[in-house]
């Protein structure tokens, strides 16, 4: 049984951090695809970051060098650590997972590429 579960959001200060866990569990093979996403109330879900088993990452565009995904040793947990924030990062933020990432796909960025999700987190940044 596939289960995906996010942990971590929260509210902050413009120019705050934190750090969003992601706990994927039940896939065929250790080494999975995860990828985080986020949405506001009226939008779809925007791409923010994926990473692979193998520490291969992927963001978007307007959120490299605040934003950095990564996987713990064990390959049990992935995090997005979130610096700099603004208040236009408020959103939920979802962990979705499949078993590859195919980065030759391009497909990262489409939620429909993910197999599972989680219920979301809500991060709030206050300015």
């Known amino acids: 049984q596939v289960q995906v579960m996010e942990s971590g959001g929260g509210s902050v200060q413009a120019g705050g951090s934190l750090r969003l866990s992601c706990a994927a569990s039940?896939?065929?093979?250790?080494?999975?695809?995860v990828g985080w996403f986020r949405q506001v109330p009226g939008k779809g879900r925007e791409e923010v970051a994926t990473?692979?088993?193998?520490?291969?990452?992927r963001y978007a565009d307007s959120l490299k060098g605040r934003f950095t995904i990564s996987i713990d040793s064990a390959k049990t947990l992935t995090y997005l650590q979130m610096n700099s924030l603004i208040p236009e990062d408020t959103a939920m933020y979802y962990c979705?997972?499949?078993?590859?990432?195919?980065?030759?796909?391009?497909?990262?960025?489409?939620?429909?590429?993910?197999?599972?999700w989680g219920q979301g987190t809500q991060v709030t940044v206050s300015s």
């Open positions: 979705a997972a499949r078993d590859q990432c195919l980065f030759g796909l391009s497909r990262w960025r489409d939620p429909g590429f993910f197999r599972a």
């Open positions: 039940g896939f065929k093979y250790r080494q999975r695809c």
């Open positions: 990473i692979d088993g193998r520490g291969v990452t």
